[in-house]
């Protein structure tokens, strides 16, 4: 919840300050069974992103268990690796592709992420 804070609270302090880069942040926090894609609830979801964007993904979810894994092989993002309550994993898109995230433990959840030059 500590490391959800701090990235948090740091990714508004760089809006704030007019530091953004080149490449954009797009926030993903699991919480009461739906996701929160950058800011918006729901289950399923498409990021247009362009490649040196960054995914960055949180479990918040004190009452239920996700197991995210990705379809890409090229994108790691492997089944367990978002468990637990507090759990986080950055993900730079650093080539061009479409793919899904998607959970084990619920059909209904999907993020389909269009990685563009």
């Not at 990235?7 to 926090?29: I, N």
């Amino acid at each position: 919840m500590v490391k959800l804070l701090i990235s948090f609270v740091f990714l508004v302090v760089l809006d704030l300050l007019g530091c953004a880069t080149a490449s954009e942040e797009h926030v993903v926090v699991l919480k009461d069974g739906h996701l929160t894609v950058d800011g918006e609830m729901g289950k399923q979801f498409t990021i247009d992103a362009t490649v040196g964007d960054v995914l960055h993904i949180f479990h918040s979810d004190p009452d239920f268990s996700h197991e995210f894994y990705v379809s890409d092989e090229h994108y790691s993002m492997e089944e367990g690796n978002l468990v637990a309550l507090g759990d986080h994993h950055d993900m730079l898109l650093d080539h061009p592709s479409t793919f899904e995230i998607l959970c084990y433990h619920m059909d209904d959840m999907k993020i389909t992420v269009a990685v563009t030059e």
